[in-house]
Protein backbone atom coordinates (compact mmCIF):
# COMPACT_ATOMS: atom_id res chain seq x y z
CA UNK A 1 0.00 0.00 0.00
CA UNK A 2 1.65 3.17 -1.05
CA UNK A 3 0.90 6.87 0.29
CA UNK A 4 -1.46 7.59 -2.97
CA UNK A 5 -3.45 4.56 -2.18
CA UNK A 6 -4.03 5.65 0.95
CA UNK A 7 -5.04 9.39 -0.12
CA UNK A 8 -7.45 7.70 -2.20
CA UNK A 9 -9.35 5.67 0.22
CA UNK A 10 -9.08 8.54 3.22
CA UNK A 11 -10.59 11.21 0.21
CA UNK A 12 -13.54 8.75 -0.61
CA UNK A 13 -14.63 8.16 3.15
CA UNK A 14 -13.77 11.93 3.83
CA UNK A 15 -16.69 13.13 0.92
CA UNK A 16 -18.96 10.60 2.48
CA UNK A 17 -19.31 12.24 6.60
CA UNK A 18 -19.64 15.43 7.72
CA UNK A 19 -17.00 15.86 11.23
CA UNK A 20 -13.64 14.05 10.49
CA UNK A 21 -13.44 11.30 13.11
CA UNK A 22 -10.93 11.77 16.28
CA UNK A 23 -10.75 8.12 17.79
CA UNK A 24 -10.20 5.02 15.98
CA UNK A 25 -12.13 1.80 16.87
CA UNK A 26 -11.31 -1.41 15.63
CA UNK A 27 -13.60 -4.13 16.48
CA UNK A 28 -12.75 -7.88 16.81
CA UNK A 29 -14.44 -10.94 16.20
CA UNK A 30 -17.90 -11.06 17.43
CA UNK A 31 -17.56 -7.74 19.38
CA UNK A 32 -18.76 -5.89 15.79
CA UNK A 33 -22.69 -5.30 17.44
CA UNK A 34 -20.60 -1.65 19.48
CA UNK A 35 -20.49 -0.23 15.77
CA UNK A 36 -24.40 -0.52 15.86
CA UNK A 37 -24.54 2.14 18.84
CA UNK A 38 -22.69 4.88 17.06
CA UNK A 39 -24.89 7.81 16.59
CA UNK A 40 -25.38 9.72 13.13
CA UNK A 41 -23.99 6.65 12.08
CA UNK A 42 -22.30 6.62 8.21
CA UNK A 43 -22.26 2.80 6.98
CA UNK A 44 -19.28 2.31 4.71
CA UNK A 45 -19.09 -0.93 3.09
CA UNK A 46 -14.80 -2.18 2.62
CA UNK A 47 -16.28 -3.07 -0.34
CA UNK A 48 -16.64 0.39 -1.74
CA UNK A 49 -13.49 1.50 -0.59
CA UNK A 50 -10.78 1.85 -2.84
CA UNK A 51 -8.28 -0.37 -1.89
CA UNK A 52 -9.53 -1.75 0.82
CA UNK A 53 -9.59 -5.52 1.54
CA UNK A 54 -13.10 -7.33 2.41
CA UNK A 55 -13.20 -9.32 6.08
CA UNK A 56 -13.89 -13.05 5.30
CA UNK A 57 -14.48 -14.22 8.88
CA UNK A 58 -17.44 -15.00 10.82
CA UNK A 59 -18.79 -12.53 13.08
CA UNK A 60 -16.75 -9.91 11.13
CA UNK A 61 -19.46 -7.43 9.27
CA UNK A 62 -16.99 -6.14 6.45
CA UNK A 63 -17.66 -2.00 7.28
CA UNK A 64 -16.58 1.06 8.45
CA UNK A 65 -19.59 2.94 11.27
CA UNK A 66 -18.67 6.71 11.31
CA UNK A 67 -20.48 9.02 13.75
CA UNK A 68 -20.57 9.86 17.06
CA UNK A 69 -20.08 7.66 20.63
CA UNK A 70 -20.46 8.70 24.04
CA UNK A 71 -19.58 12.90 22.39
CA UNK A 72 -16.42 11.46 20.39
CA UNK A 73 -16.48 11.41 16.56
CA UNK A 74 -15.47 8.02 15.70
CA UNK A 75 -14.28 5.41 12.92
CA UNK A 76 -15.63 2.01 13.68
CA UNK A 77 -14.24 -1.25 12.08
CA UNK A 78 -16.75 -3.41 12.19
CA UNK A 79 -14.56 -6.28 11.12
CA UNK A 80 -11.43 -6.50 10.72
CA UNK A 81 -8.37 -8.44 8.44
CA UNK A 82 -6.06 -10.87 9.56
CA UNK A 83 -2.96 -12.51 8.45
CA UNK A 84 -4.51 -15.48 7.95
CA UNK A 85 -6.63 -14.77 5.40
CA UNK A 86 -3.95 -14.55 2.95
CA UNK A 87 -3.66 -10.77 3.55
CA UNK A 88 -0.23 -9.08 3.57
CA UNK A 89 0.68 -7.00 6.56
CA UNK A 90 0.65 -4.09 4.69
CA UNK A 91 -3.01 -4.47 3.47
CA UNK A 92 -4.32 -5.79 7.15
CA UNK A 93 -3.04 -2.83 8.63
CA UNK A 94 -3.99 -0.66 5.58
CA UNK A 95 -7.13 0.64 7.64
CA UNK A 96 -4.68 2.16 10.56
CA UNK A 97 -3.00 4.04 7.60
CA UNK A 98 -6.19 5.42 6.66
CA UNK A 99 -7.21 6.67 10.35
CA UNK A 100 -3.97 8.02 10.41
CA UNK A 101 -4.27 9.92 7.04
CA UNK A 102 -8.09 11.46 8.59
CA UNK A 103 -6.04 12.53 11.45
CA UNK A 104 -7.06 10.04 14.21
CA UNK A 105 -4.47 10.16 17.08
CA UNK A 106 -5.90 7.26 19.36
CA UNK A 107 -7.01 4.10 18.70
CA UNK A 108 -8.86 1.54 20.87
CA UNK A 109 -7.94 -2.13 19.65
CA UNK A 110 -9.97 -5.51 20.58
CA UNK A 111 -9.97 -9.12 19.73
CA UNK A 112 -11.36 -12.01 20.77
CA UNK A 113 -7.83 -14.25 22.87
CA UNK A 114 -6.99 -17.38 24.29
CA UNK A 115 -6.20 -17.10 28.28
CA UNK A 116 -3.14 -18.53 28.82
CA UNK A 117 -2.87 -16.89 32.63
CA UNK A 118 -4.86 -19.50 34.98
CA UNK A 119 -6.35 -17.13 36.81
CA UNK A 120 -8.54 -15.73 34.12
CA UNK A 121 -12.07 -17.35 33.83
CA UNK A 122 -13.66 -17.48 30.27
CA UNK A 123 -15.48 -14.27 29.69
CA UNK A 124 -13.31 -11.72 31.28
CA UNK A 125 -11.71 -9.01 29.96
CA UNK A 126 -8.13 -8.02 29.60
CA UNK A 127 -6.11 -4.46 29.34
CA UNK A 128 -3.30 -5.40 27.35
CA UNK A 129 -0.12 -4.42 28.92
CA UNK A 130 2.46 -5.17 26.23
CA UNK A 131 2.36 -7.93 23.24
CA UNK A 132 5.01 -9.93 21.96
CA UNK A 133 4.93 -10.41 18.01
CA UNK A 134 5.36 -14.08 17.10
CA UNK A 135 3.82 -13.19 13.60
CA UNK A 136 7.47 -13.38 12.28
CA UNK A 137 6.45 -10.80 9.94
CA UNK A 138 6.20 -6.77 10.63
CA UNK A 139 3.91 -4.66 8.84
CA UNK A 140 6.97 -2.07 8.80
CA UNK A 141 9.08 -3.97 6.30
CA UNK A 142 10.03 -2.49 3.38
CA UNK A 143 10.91 1.50 2.47
CA UNK A 144 10.24 3.63 5.02
CA UNK A 145 7.17 6.52 4.28
CA UNK A 146 8.79 9.29 6.02
CA UNK A 147 5.45 10.88 6.07
CA UNK A 148 3.94 8.09 8.03
CA UNK A 149 6.54 7.66 10.85
CA UNK A 150 10.49 7.02 11.58
CA UNK A 151 12.42 4.09 10.19
CA UNK A 152 13.19 2.44 13.89
CA UNK A 153 10.22 3.11 15.83
CA UNK A 154 10.17 2.82 19.62
CA UNK A 155 7.56 0.21 21.19
CA UNK A 156 8.08 0.97 24.66
CA UNK A 157 5.72 2.66 25.32
CA UNK A 158 2.92 0.56 22.54
CA UNK A 159 -0.36 0.43 24.96
CA UNK A 160 -0.23 3.88 26.10
CA UNK A 161 -0.22 4.49 29.83
CA UNK A 162 -2.19 7.01 30.41
CA UNK A 163 -5.27 5.40 28.47
CA UNK A 164 -4.90 2.51 30.26
CA UNK A 165 -5.01 4.32 33.72
CA UNK A 166 -8.46 6.12 31.63
CA UNK A 167 -9.75 2.29 31.25
CA UNK A 168 -8.55 1.05 34.77
CA UNK A 169 -10.60 4.04 36.06
CA UNK A 170 -13.85 2.59 33.82
CA UNK A 171 -13.88 -0.47 35.00
CA UNK A 172 -14.02 0.17 38.74
CA UNK A 173 -16.63 2.62 38.07
CA UNK A 174 -18.83 -0.67 36.38
CA UNK A 175 -17.51 -2.74 38.96
CA UNK A 176 -15.79 -4.85 36.28
CA UNK A 177 -12.97 -6.98 37.20
CA UNK A 178 -10.51 -5.94 34.29
CA UNK A 179 -7.34 -8.38 33.80
CA UNK A 180 -4.28 -7.34 32.55
CA UNK A 181 -1.45 -9.14 31.07
CA UNK A 182 0.34 -9.64 27.83
CA UNK A 183 -0.51 -10.52 24.44
CA UNK A 184 1.23 -12.93 22.06
CA UNK A 185 0.25 -12.72 18.71
CA UNK A 186 0.65 -15.79 16.27
CA UNK A 187 0.14 -15.93 12.49
CA UNK A 188 -3.57 -18.99 12.88
CA UNK A 189 -5.70 -19.70 11.23
CA UNK A 190 -4.93 -22.64 13.69
CA UNK A 191 -5.49 -22.91 17.19
CA UNK A 192 -2.24 -23.58 19.23
CA UNK A 193 -0.88 -26.90 20.48
CA UNK A 194 -0.70 -27.33 24.40
CA UNK A 195 2.83 -27.35 23.80
CA UNK A 196 2.72 -23.96 22.36
CA UNK A 197 0.50 -22.56 24.89
CA UNK A 198 3.17 -24.15 27.79
CA UNK A 199 5.67 -21.88 25.82
CA UNK A 200 4.33 -18.92 25.62
CA UNK A 201 3.29 -19.29 29.44
CA UNK A 202 6.97 -19.50 29.87
CA UNK A 203 7.74 -16.43 27.56
CA UNK A 204 5.63 -14.76 29.65
CA UNK A 205 2.67 -13.98 27.36
CA UNK A 206 -0.92 -13.61 29.82
CA UNK A 207 -3.20 -14.13 26.32
CA UNK A 208 -2.80 -15.37 22.42
CA UNK A 209 -4.59 -14.24 19.49
CA UNK A 210 -4.04 -13.77 15.89
CA UNK A 211 -4.46 -10.36 15.38
CA UNK A 212 -4.16 -6.49 16.87
CA UNK A 213 -0.49 -6.62 16.99
CA UNK A 214 0.18 -5.43 12.88
CA UNK A 215 -2.40 -3.19 13.77
CA UNK A 216 -0.56 -1.63 17.07
CA UNK A 217 3.08 -1.57 15.21
CA UNK A 218 1.48 1.04 12.65
CA UNK A 219 -0.60 2.91 15.38
CA UNK A 220 2.62 3.46 17.40
CA UNK A 221 4.53 4.25 13.88
CA UNK A 222 1.94 6.99 12.60
CA UNK A 223 2.47 8.42 16.56
CA UNK A 224 -1.32 7.28 17.82
CA UNK A 225 -2.23 6.83 21.37
CA UNK A 226 -3.06 2.95 21.84
CA UNK A 227 -5.44 0.88 23.84
CA UNK A 228 -5.82 -2.33 23.43
CA UNK A 229 -8.52 -4.84 24.98
CA UNK A 230 -8.91 -9.15 24.78
CA UNK A 231 -12.20 -10.71 25.43
CA UNK A 232 -11.23 -13.99 27.01
CA UNK A 233 -13.29 -15.97 25.23
CA UNK A 234 -11.62 -19.50 25.74
CA UNK A 235 -8.94 -21.03 27.98
CA UNK A 236 -6.03 -21.42 25.40
CA UNK A 237 -5.38 -24.96 24.11
CA UNK A 238 -4.81 -27.90 27.10
CA UNK A 239 -5.66 -25.72 29.90
CA UNK A 240 -9.21 -27.67 29.98
CA UNK A 241 -9.30 -31.00 28.58
CA UNK A 242 -11.52 -29.46 25.12
CA UNK A 243 -11.24 -28.28 21.62
CA UNK A 244 -11.63 -25.18 20.76
CA UNK A 245 -14.18 -23.58 18.46
CA UNK A 246 -14.40 -20.64 16.41
CA UNK A 247 -18.01 -20.96 17.38
CA UNK A 248 -17.35 -20.82 21.38
CA UNK A 249 -15.50 -17.75 20.62
CA UNK A 250 -18.23 -16.26 19.04
CA UNK A 251 -20.71 -17.45 21.71
CA UNK A 252 -18.98 -16.34 24.30
CA UNK A 253 -18.28 -12.87 23.23
CA UNK A 254 -22.27 -12.61 22.62
CA UNK A 255 -22.57 -13.22 26.40
CA UNK A 256 -20.40 -10.48 27.23
CA UNK A 257 -21.46 -7.84 24.86
CA UNK A 258 -23.05 -5.75 27.30
CA UNK A 259 -20.19 -5.20 29.76
CA UNK A 260 -17.44 -4.96 27.15
CA UNK A 261 -19.42 -2.01 25.19
CA UNK A 262 -20.25 -0.41 28.47
CA UNK A 263 -16.09 -0.67 28.95
CA UNK A 264 -15.01 0.80 26.19
CA UNK A 265 -18.03 3.15 26.02
CA UNK A 266 -17.15 4.60 29.54
CA UNK A 267 -13.26 4.85 28.60
CA UNK A 268 -14.13 6.41 25.27
CA UNK A 269 -15.77 8.81 26.71
CA UNK A 270 -13.40 10.02 29.75
CA UNK A 271 -10.22 9.59 26.69
O1 LIG B 1 -10.16 -10.80 15.10
P1 LIG B 1 -9.88 -11.41 16.42
O2 LIG B 1 -8.40 -11.44 16.75
O3 LIG B 1 -10.70 -10.81 17.50
O4 LIG B 1 -10.38 -12.94 16.33
C1 LIG B 1 -9.78 -14.02 17.01
C2 LIG B 1 -8.64 -14.51 16.19
C3 LIG B 1 -9.36 -15.27 15.11
O5 LIG B 1 -9.78 -14.39 14.12
C4 LIG B 1 -10.58 -15.83 15.83
C5 LIG B 1 -10.38 -17.28 16.16
O6 LIG B 1 -11.52 -17.79 16.81
O7 LIG B 1 -10.70 -15.08 17.04
N1 LIG C 1 -4.51 -17.83 18.53
C1 LIG C 1 -5.67 -17.83 19.21
N2 LIG C 1 -6.63 -16.93 18.86
C2 LIG C 1 -7.79 -16.97 19.55
N3 LIG C 1 -8.91 -16.20 19.43
C3 LIG C 1 -9.79 -16.62 20.36
N4 LIG C 1 -9.28 -17.65 21.07
C4 LIG C 1 -8.03 -17.89 20.58
C5 LIG C 1 -7.00 -18.82 20.93
O1 LIG C 1 -7.12 -19.65 21.84
N5 LIG C 1 -5.84 -18.74 20.21
Redesign the pocket.
Known amino acids: MNFDQIQEAKNFIEDKIEKTPEAGLILG?GLGSLAEEVDNVEYIPYKDIPHFPESTVKGHKGRLAIGTLEGKQVMAMQGRFHYYEGYSMKEVTLPVRVMQALGIDKVIVT?????IDKNFSVGGLMLIQDHINFFGDNPLIGKNEDRFGTRFPDMTYAYNPELREVAKKAADQLSINLYEGVYM??P?PS??TPAEINMARTLGASS???STIPEVIVANHAGMKVLGISCI?????GILDKR?T?EE?QEVTTRVKEEFQQLVKTTLKQM
Open positions: SNAAGGGVGYEVGMTNMAALHV
